[in-house]
């Protein structure tokens, strides 16, 4: 007599539909190693990558589970040894942790507690959770608020700027008295003054390829509010490598869109979405092209919204689907974002496994970082400039010099209203492929914008169109109303 | 997969009755078409509103008796209380090949979405499979 091995109804396709199987050995070791060598495409559904059983597979030697004894356990002629998978799955929590609540929290949240949805368990969670806000902007307000307000524990923010009077119309985490302060300051005494007990977690630091896995990996879920799309890349893909959900939301003019990427939750990532960038500069950021301010209340707090969901585990999140608002129209469109199985990142084969060079991987070179990295300006000097910036202190200098050259300002009309430098020739960006030949090919063209930005783009228009002398300023009119002419307003 | 209205219902009016917590149960057939489904026990008392488990011997004895009368088991259904009719990375790891996973998100006790998906050969993700309802 032999020995059986009865096979589960879902193997037998790698048996040659045999629901059973005739091996030899002494041990169920043996008989495995066998039953493998006969049938070896069982092997990945019954084995891990170490070649251990999973989990969920046990066996039973004449109806006896195994486990007590293990694969050593000895067998006969005659036995009857039967793999049964344990069947089993379920919902993955983005939170399992809870915390218990003070009677003063049990007070405070009571509007939670009475939802059935949320309740006891779903404040738990929430006072447990650990969120990580990149950015305390235009989104990073009012997320951190009410994030703060809903009883989530733990909030991280990861910011380096100062408050800056051009934030004051949508970032609403700051007030007047705060400009000038580091925002991370500001963000932790109104969050301690609507919660003394949030355990905030100030990161001052730019998230970088470096450190985005560190900074990540403890927390739960991470919120974007970033507006540049370096940061994005890099913040999907480390999210997708540290199985995080990732709550995007961005905004731009007078529109907004959201979405939930969470690729180990059965769901897209950004990637998925846009493969990759937008060539530099196409895609214009807030600083340049403006943003109507409460649109951040609207757009950060739909993400708001889906973080406490997720933590709650309740609801159907916002994934695979994306979220778009207009103001103007006062429409929610949405539209389905598929998952790609050939995803680089969280596809079936990922190309990419490890963090990359983000400013190289969206064509971002030194000169045009000002454009499309946010709102700040960095303080550039000489030495850090592109071979064809200038600073706006050099360009000071040639102007008192009296040195022959065409100052152009390449902003939209709108734009002029704000602020000019005196004498600029005026040639908004988009009209310049129809009207550059207005402009002399003998001499030296200096071109600025209000960041650095779209001027850099009109420098290698130009360039391109046969221009050799040819200067961008970099910072633009902002760094001329800094460091040259304080009569200058920025914007 | 295929499967007849009435028993699509019988399907949601068990996973209903479990809610808030998960509930699973065995769907049998021949040629992908379910012609039978087994209710059964979710072993997960610990964390039943997050997890099911069949005990692997009641298991077994649904598919001997499977067996014995001809059919085959075709896949598992089960609920996913409040969240979307998606696997989780949790069902992904305990998945069987040449199954279908019937989910279905039950929410504040209503079943409102009903989706199958398969394991693929290589194990890394589930493959949506669309479901035939039949009159």
Redesign the interface.
């Known amino acids: 007599m032999a020995i059986t091995i009865t096979i ?7 048996t040659d539909n045999q ?1 059973q199987v005739a091996v030899t050995g002494t041990t169920v070791s043996d008989v495995l190693r066998d039953l493998l060598q006969k049938h070896p495409l069982l092997r ?2 019954l084995c891990d990558e170490a070649g251990k059983l999973r989990n ?1 597979v ?1 066996v ?1 030697v004449n ?1 006896e ?1 195994i486990r007590a004894t293990g694969e050593s356990t000895p067998v006969k002629d005659g036995d009857e040894i ?1 793999i ?10 983005v939170i399992t942790a809870r915390a218990k609540l003070t009677n003063e929290e049990i007070k405070r949240y009571s509007r939670h507690l009475i939802l059935p ?1 949320v309740g006891m368990e779903g404040q738990e969670r929430l006072k447990a959770a650990k969120v990580l806000l990149i950015g305390s902007g235009g989104l990073g307000s009012p997320l951190a608020l009410y994030l703060t307000a809903a009883g989530v524990g733990t909030i991280g923010m990861v910011e380096f700027d100062t408050v800056d009077f051009s934030n004051l119309q949508r970032q609403i985490l700051h007030f007047t008295p705060d400009v000038g302060k580091p925002k991370l300051q500001s963000a932790a005494e109104k969050l301690k003054a609507i919660n003394p007990r949030l355990n905030f977690i100030p990161h001052p630091t730019k998230i970088t390829s470096d450190n985005a896995l560190e900074l990540i990996k403890d927390y739960d879920l991470v919120i974007d509010g970033t507006d540049n799309f370096p940061t994005r890349y890099l913040v999907n893909d480390a999210c997708v490598m540290l ?1 995080k959900p990732n709550v995007y939301g961005s905004i731009f003019r007078f529109e907004g869109m959201a979405s939930v990427f969470a690729p ?4 897209p990532c950004y990637r998925c979405w846009y493969p990759e960038p937008p060539p530099p500069g196409m895609v214009p950021s807030c600083a340049e092209g403006g943003v109507l301010g409460v649109i951040c209340g609207i757009i950060g707090n739909i993400q708001a919204n889906e973080a406490v969901k997720l933590i709650i ?5 916002l ?2 689907r994306l979220l778009r608002f207009d103001a103007m129209d006062m429409t929610f469109r949405e539209y389905k974002i598929p998952k790609d ?1 050939d995803c680089p990142v969280c596809g ?1 084969n990922p190309t990419i496994t490890k963090l990359i060079d983000y400013l190289e991987f969206c064509g971002i070179g030194r000169g045009e970082a000002g454009g499309t990295s946010g709102d700040s300006i960095a303080a550039q000097t000489d030495e850090h400039l592109g071979p064809d910036d200038i600073s706006v202190e050099t360009l000071k200098k040639m102007r008192d010099a009296g040195e022959d050259f065409v100052l152009v300002d390449v902003r939209n009309p709108d734009e002029f209203q704000i602020s000019e430098i005196a004498g600029s020739l005026k040639l908004p960006l988009p009209d310049l492929p129809q009207r550059f030949r207005e402009l002399p090919q003998d001499k030296l063209l200096v071109v600025h914008c209000k960041m650095g930005g779209r001027s850099a783009r009109a420098v290698s228009f130009l360039k391109s169109q046969g221009y050799t002398k040819v200067k961008n300023v970099a910072g633009g009119i902002n760094a001329w109303a800094e460091r040259i002419d304080p009569n200058v307003p920025q914007y | 997969m295929k499967i007849s209205r009435t028993l699509l219902a019988q399907i949601h009016r068990h996973l209903e009755a479990g809610y808030p917590q ?1 509930a ?1 149960g ?1 769907m049998l057939g021949r040629d992908g078409v379910v012609t039978e489904i087994v209710p ?1 026990e979710n072993q ?1 008392t610990d ?1 039943a509103h ?8 009641a ?2 004895k649904i ?1 001997r008796d ?2 014995r009368r001809g059919w ?2 075709l896949g ?1 259904y ?1 609920s ?5 009719a ?6 992904l ?7 279908s ?1 019937l989910i279905v ?1 039950v ?2 006790g209503k079943a409102v979405d009903t989706q199958s998906w398969r394991l ?7 493959d949506h499979e669309p479901v035939d309802i039949l009159d």
């Open positions: 589960p109804t879902a193997l037998r396709r790698f629901s990945q559904h969920f046990r039973y109806d589970d039967a049964v998978p344990s069947i089993a799955g379920g919902i993955e929590p949805e199985k180990h939750l059965g769901g585990g309740k609801g159907k999140p994934m695979g199985p079936k | 998960e699973c065995v059964a997960r964390s997050n997890r099911y488990l069949i005990d692997p011997l298991y077994l598919e499977a067996d085959q088991v598992i089960h996913h209380p409040d969240v979307a998606r696997p989780s990375q949790f069902d790891d305990h998945a069987l090949p040449c199954f996973y998100s929410c504040r693929r050969d290589d194990r890394t993700q589930f």
